[in-house]
T-cell receptor, first 113, second 115 residues
């Protein structure tokens, strides 16, 4: 399974933009880039995903490098409720059954009031 | 819309006692189902996955077992709990919708403390 690497932790001031990076240098052409976040004592929740083009939704934006070897999750205005662990993973779009996916330790985002 | 529920949310069990965690998915059919465990401050470890009724695969050898008696029901069990079984257990599902990029959806989680 293709691996991703993320910084262990990041800090942001409240109401400022946050850019969470993810490297995935071994990504294949059919891998979608997914981001999830896990709030304290809760299960991870889906944030956003993309293949090649940048994506926006109500939660965040996803910027994907032209070579697809890295991506950045953008929170436009961090709030205290955005303090969570953010996971970047790859999902192969060709596989409809089980596919082994490794959730690493993610990036723990601390938002400072 | 699809929803996933797992229960109980928390439980404290003595060493050597049995365990049963249940998970159900609504609003979809033939989902892929998963059980993960998360130790404190650690990443998610995949324990079991299932692609259909009665089809269970284990990722790691352990004291736990899983069953899928119905299409949208996934059960995690143990006959005798160990202290090392303590952790945060998460049920998850993914569908066959390629346009969603094979998104995984997680339940609320179950905190297990073995004492």
């Amino acid at each position: 399974d293709a691996k991703t690497t993320q910084p262990n932790s990041m800090e942001s001031n409240e109401e400022e933009p946050v850019h969470l990076p993810c490297n995935h240098s071994t990504i294949s052409g059919t891998d979608y880039i997914h981001w999830y976040r896990q709030l304290p004592s809760q299960g991870p929740e889906y944030v956003i995903h993309g293949l090649t083009s940048n994506v926006n939704n109500r939660m965040a934006s996803l910027a994907i490098a032209e070579d697809r070897k890295s991506s950045t999750l953008i929170l436009h205005r961090a709030t205290l409720r955005d303090a969570a662990v953010y996971y970047c993973i790859l999902r192969d779009s060709r596989i409809t059954g089980y596919q082994k996916v490794t959730f690493g330790i993610g990036t723990k985002l601390q938002v400072i009031p | 819309s699809q929803t996933i529920h797992q229960w109980p949310a928390t439980l404290v069990q003595p060493v050597g006692s049995p365990l049963s965690l249940e998970c159900t998915v609504e609003g979809t059919s033939n989902p892929n189902l998963y059980w993960y465990r998360q130790a404190a401050g650690r990443g998610l470890q995949l324990l079991f996955y299932s692609v259909g009724i009665g089809q269970i695969s284990s990722e790691v050898p352990q004291n736990l077992s899983a069953s899928r008696p119905q299409d949208r029901q996934f059960i995690l069990s143990s006959k005798k709990l160990l202290l090392s079984d303590s952790g945060f257990y998460l049920c998850a599902w993914s569908g066959l919708d390629i346009s969603s990029g094979n998104t995984i959806y997680f339940g609320e989680g179950s905190w297990l403390t073995v004492v």
